[in-house]
């Protein structure tokens, strides 16, 4: 059985960090592009970050800079640390393993960015 469960969300002030985990069970952790994407309120699930199997991230424009997404191969876990958090980072986060013929979806997690 896969299950990707995320941990880390939570409320933290604008110019905050927070660091979102995603452990991963039921398999080939190290085969799989590990991918963050996030849903504000009444918006469209989005993109955030990618790390690939070999390591090579990539990032949306709106958290470039700010976010770095890692992995740990021994530990089953992708991590996402944000920092310099905006109120527009509000959103519920997911973990997604990938691969060109399946992904799975965590739970999420919810961030919200507020004074």
């Known amino acids: 059985q896969v299950q990707l469960v995320e941990s880390g969300g939570g409320l933290v002030q604008p110019g905050g960090s927070l660091r979102l985990s995603c452990a991963a069970s039921?398999?080939?952790?190290?085969?799989?592009?590990l991918r963050w994407f996030r849903q504000a309120p009444g918006k469209q699930r989005e993109w955030v970050a990618t790390?690939?199997?070999?390591?090579?991230?990539n990032y949306a424009d709106s958290v470039k800079g700010r976010f770095t997404i890692s992995r740990d191969n021994a530990k089953n876990t992708v991590y996402l640390q944000m920092n310099s958090l905006k109120p527009e980072d509000t959103a519920v986060y997911y973990c997604n393993g990938f691969l060109p013929t399946r992904q799975y979806w965590g739970q999420g997690t919810q961030v919200t960015v507020s004074s």
């Open positions: 039921g398999i080939i952790f190290s085969s799989y592009a």
């Open positions: 790390i690939n199997s070999g390591g090579t991230t």
